[in-house]
């Protein structure tokens, strides 16, 4: 590539000054990653060209024996599906946090399916999400084993943490994410300790039961440990339809002792019930059992 072509190829004028080629360079990357496999260019081409005008240009006997021996023989299946190489191989680079989430999180709902079908029930199922951590030796889920502890009637419970950490880089989040999303979706799961954050978000979609009526019961004090939210709908453009009344959803458990004997830590932790929880008895047991 000579520098008549690399200036065709980041589409900037011959004399362009250093400054012109970098903003072009970012346009043109940014663009490439939205557009996936349909760019005009590859990566690799407008990487060269780039590296050519800004005086960076050096050659890499490896890289291009690599190149051309892909030139000349290219990947039998992707050339028979008229796939360019270069930039399918360019997509997977861009996209594999997002083709990793995927497959995580189909890999959560077979497991969950083959769970169903091949194992023993459990009579209770928790989730901690959020910026809640397991401080425990070794990272073993106490939690799972004092519940079983407590309440021996509970043949089988099952408990999941999945921790949210401060600054973790965008593919990671993603796939935390990715992961919370099919819990709430695909999981069977009675009760939930969440983070603040994540109540407030997933309350408000009528993700749980209000506990009103069931305050009462359990001899607590609602002004004082009751998480309030509203359900609100949304219209097709995202604006807010209608909002119902407040009511408690949560109970904040941030000093429960079963919590702390369990090694677990979190500013705040709120306890919730799940709409239409399969175990919705063994889940008041354990709610009042996270109350002490």
Known sequence: MDRQQASKVMGVNE????????????????????????????FNEITEAYNLLMGYDFFDPEAEAIRKY??????????????????????I??????????????AIIIS?????????????????????????????????????????????????????????????DYAVQTQITVQFAAGDIDLFILDELVFNRVASNGAFI????????LGVNASEIGIRSAIIEYDELGNIESMQEEKIYGLDITGSKLLSDS??????MIAAIRVNAKHYDNAVELLKLLLE
Do not use: C
């Open 93 to 106: 680079y861009y996209h594999k946090w997002h083709i990793i989430a995927s497959v995580l999180a189909l």
């Open 15 to 42: 004399d362009a000054t250093k400054d012109e080629i970098i903003k072009k360079y970012n346009m043109l990357i940014k663009k490439h990653k939205n557009e996936s496999n349909d760019s005009a260019v590859s």
């Open 263 to 268: 090694g677990l830590v979190g500013d705040r």
């Open 112 to 172: 969950i399916i083959v769970s169903t079908v091949t194992q023993i029930p459990s009579d209770l199922d928790v989730d901690v999400i959020g910026e809640i951590y397991n401080t425990a030796d070794n990272e073993e889920n106490l939690l799972n084993e004092n519940i079983m502890q407590k309440l021996p009637h509970i043949k089988k419970s099952q408990t999941q943490i999945i921790s949210i950490y401060p600054n973790m880089d965008a593919e990671m």
């Open 210 to 217: 209000p506990l009103e009526d069931l305050i009462s019961s």
């Open 70 to 91: 892909k030139q000349e023989n290219p990947n039998k299946i992707l050339k028979k599906l008229k796939i360019d190489q270069n930039k399918f191989e360019n997509f």
